[in-house]
């Protein structure tokens, strides 16, 4: 050992690590309390308003699209970008429209320029290879499926992601890492991680955001900005704990299904006319 | 009974030993050391109290900043102000408006479907900026123009041949849905050869105001109807 250096036994150590412990916590405490008069945070750490008296237990929300009214226009895209801030990149979408067109030969071609937000070209992308010999085209409304079953939930790791009791998949983008396993993990493509610089209402780049259901309009009463922006009836949202509700009725048809059932996922968006290779 | 130290390794007797030496010097001697002493032990426990009510503290705080916390963060999510008000907000003082909406085929569409989003603009009327007074004909296009995948059935116009495709609203009223129809006139000739041979600017009879040169078939889609004497029956 080198003899000019000061004895640095063990104990001292520990004796210097104990006498830290309670210097920390002051410390804290001290810059909590200097920090609490103007910490915008601070405030968030109060109860927030109730935006009405919402009780999550009473409500079992669904969503229905009908891909035999999608007209392709893509005003619900644009509302669900305005509603949510939703950052502009065209990859970033809480909601997006798809074009699927099934050539007479049974090839499909998907598109779905910037998720549709300016509407859709008349002729397909692919326009070469499907062309005259279009057999069907349509328009599917995508969005998070809310799944009973999620399996973002199940692989986030610091559970930052979770469901609520309405039925509604939410993340806390407090919590979130930002690690992206649940964008991988999601069978729908449904989440993207907020591009650096951009922020959400919370204020949180770097996160991963998806559809709430537009979880501050449906406790106020309202529906989803892209169920009311659509001009024909393409998404409909109701309460399937309400008997009174219209949503009953369409779950009822014979022609409802779900995207990619084989995942077991259970979604809580059903889709009418939709073809058996969507996905 | 045999001395529990008996037991101890040599090496931790040796510690007890000199830790014992090292105690024999702080152990007071003048009942003003013994007061010195308690008053030291009292210092030190409270000491030891605050630093750990501090700790806690800051383990809370933190706590309640990243912990799991669902309940908090749905009514966080909840929190958020709506920037579309909904249907039926824009009724009360835009009734002419709303009113030919209301039995057009345009009745299932939000006002805010082509406004855009008017949360702020009706709660509060002094912000009166809309973001669209004046719908675009790329608004009307948007649901009408012809394109592959809208459901059969659904009104579109091929954008390319449909007169004057960039004026939308010169002939339609995007509330009522009225189409104002070219007049119906009977032409005096039969067997006539392409519109454009007479009508254009250096020919028999000008073209009327607002009207370009085109291909019979853009004529025609307005102008021809009925067997009774009109231009496409003539013909």
């Not at chain 1, 210097?23 to 405490?29: D, E, I, S």
């Not at chain 1, 930052?160 to 998949?169: C, L, N």
């Not at chain 2, 007169?163 to 119906?184: I, N």
Request: aromatic letters at 6%.
């Amino acid at each position: 050992m080198n003899p000019t250096m000061p004895p640095c036994s063990r104990r001292t150590v520990l004796k210097a690590g104990l006498l830290a412990l309670p210097a920390l916590g002051a410390g804290r405490l001290l810059s909590a309390w200097l920090a609490s008069p103007v910490d915008p945070t601070a405030q968030a750490a109060e109860p927030l308003p109730e935006p009405l008296a919402y009780d999550p237990a009473t409500h079992d929300w669904v969503f229905v699209c009908d891909a035999t009214r999608c007209i392709g226009c893509g005003l619900c895209v644009e509302a669900c970008k305005q509603e949510n801030d939703v950052p502009l990149e065209p990859e970033c979408n809480r909601t997006w429209v798809e074009r699927h067109t099934i050539a007479e030969d049974g090839s499909v071609v998907v598109d779905s320029p910037h998720g549709g937000i300016d509407g859709f070209p008349p002729a397909t992308a692919a326009d070469g290879d499907v062309g005259e010999r279009v057999h069907e085209a349509y328009f599917v409304p995508r969005l998070c499926m809310q799944c009973d079953d999620p399996p973002c939930v199940s692989v986030c790791p610091v559970s930052a992601t979770y469901k609520t009791e309405d039925g509604v998949v939410l993340v806390d983008p407090a919590r979130c890492i930002g690690c992206g396993y649940c964008v991988v993990a999601c069978p729908y493509g449904a989440r993207y991680i907020v591009p650096a610089g951009d922020e959400l209402p919370g204020g949180y780049p770097g996160v991963a955001d998806k559809c709430t259901f537009c979880y501050h309009r449906t406790t106020r009463g309202l529906t989803p900005a892209c169920v009311g922006v659509c001009p024909v009836g393409a998404r409909e949202f109701g309460d399937r704990a309400d008997p009174g509700a219209a949503v009953h009725a369409l779950l009822e048809d014979p022609r409802v299904r779900v995207m990619r059932p084989e995942q077991g996922t259970e979604p809580r968006v059903y889709y009418l006319g939709l073809e058996g290779e969507v996905s | 009974m045999k001395r529990p130290s008996a037991s101890l390794p040599p090496r931790l007797r040796q510690t007890r030993g000199a830790v014992a030496t090292r105690l024999e010097r702080f152990r007071p001697r003048t009942p003003r050391g013994y007061a010195l002493a308690a008053a030291g032990s009292l210092a030190m426990i409270a000491v030891l109290a605050i630093g750990s009510f501090a700790a806690a503290f800051a383990a809370v705080t933190f706590y309640e900043e990243y912990g799991f916390r669902p309940e908090a963060d749905a009514r966080e999510w909840a929190a958020h102000e709506p920037a579309y008000a909904g249907q039926g907000s824009c009724r009360s003082c835009h009734a002419a408006e709303t009113g030919r909406q209301l039995t057009s085929q345009h009745r299932t569409i939000s006002c805010e479907s082509c406004h855009g989003p008017l949360a702020a603009h009706a709660s509060d009327r002094a912000i009166a900026q809309l973001p669209l007074e004046a719908p675009s004909a790329g608004m009307c296009a948007r649901c009408h123009a012809a394109t592959t995948g809208r459901p059969v059935g659904f009104p579109q116009v091929d954008l390319s041949t449909h007169y004057r495709s960039g004026e939308c609203r010169a002939c339609h009223d995007a509330h009522s849905t009225a189409v104002v129809r070219p007049p119906v006139v009977v032409h005096p000739q039969v067997k006539l050869p392409a519109c454009t041979v007479c009508h254009k600017p250096e020919g028999l009879k000008e073209l009327p105001t607002g009207h370009e040169e085109a291909d019979d078939a853009i004529c025609l889609g307005c102008h021809a109807a009925g067997a009774d004497g009109l231009h496409g029956a003539s013909r």
